[in-house]
């Protein structure tokens, strides 16, 4: 069964400094339209930095959002759609915790709503970690922890930890470890 829909028309509603809004009509698969909203975002980047102990590197921030403070792996947007993801990944490690990593390893993509959101986040592991200073943004205030992974699942698992690129991240980076291939 065609399950493809192909737009017809776009409307920019809003163009901000980290999101764009469009309304687009679409062309459904039986011939009718229907309206789809979708946020165009730059993409982002998340980093789950293993140390030598097997604990990870995590920041807690105020999200405000939800009006409280998240516990997740370092992160960040990519600055535009052309920056290199990776570029990325060590740009935020290095800013928001001071480290920097001898070991790249890509562990996929997440869509983190696509229902309304084209928004595309690259999840890393990152091992090897040296120490130097946060370089946080101005506008920037977190906390740096390292957490034991085996702590870090149970508090994924727990519903202590609810961001969704963490929670992929992590689990991935466990299963790896359990593998023997990290």
Same mark, same amino acid.
């Given at each position: 069964m065609n399950i493809l829909e192909k737009p017809l028309s776009? +409307?920019?509603?809003?163009?901000?400094?980290?999101?764009? @809004? !469009?309304?687009? =009509?679409?062309?459904?698969?039986?011939?009718?339209?229907?309206t789809r909203e979708v946020i165009e975002h730059n993409g982002g980047v998340c980093v789950a930095a293993l140390t030598a102990q097997n604990e990870l590197l995590f920041v807690k921030q105020f999200r405000y959002p939800?009006?409280?403070?998240?516990?997740?792996?370092?992160?960040?947007?990519?600055?535009?759609?052309? +920056?290199?993801?990776?570029?990325?990944?060590?740009?935020? @490690? !290095?800013?928001? =915790?001071?480290?920097?990593?001898?070991?790249?390893?890509?562990?996929?993509?997440l869509y983190p709503s696509p229902g309304y959101c084209g928004e595309v986040i690259w999840m890393y592991a990152a091992t090897g970690l040296?120490?130097?200073?946060?370089?946080?943004?101005?506008?920037?205030?977190?906390?740096?922890?390292?957490?034991?992974?085996?702590?870090?699942?149970?508090?994924?698992?727990?519903?202590?930890?609810?961001d969704a690129k963490t929670q992929a991240a992590v689990l991935k980076v466990k299963l790896l470890c359990d593998r023997g291939e990290l």
């Open positions: 776009s +409307e920019w509603i809003y163009n901000g400094r980290i999101i764009r @809004l !469009r309304r687009d =009509t679409a062309l459904l698969p039986n011939g009718a339209t229907a939800y009006m409280e403070i998240v516990t997740e792996i370092p992160a960040g947007k990519r600055d535009s759609t052309k +920056e290199d993801p990776l570029a990325c990944g060590m740009r935020e @490690l !290095r800013e928001e =915790t001071g480290a920097t990593a001898d070991r790249w390893l890509p562990l996929g993509k040296h120490f130097g200073e946060q370089q946080l943004d101005e506008d920037e205030f977190l906390n740096v922890e390292k957490i034991p992974l085996e702590q870090a699942v149970n508090m994924i698992l727990s519903g202590e930890i609810i």
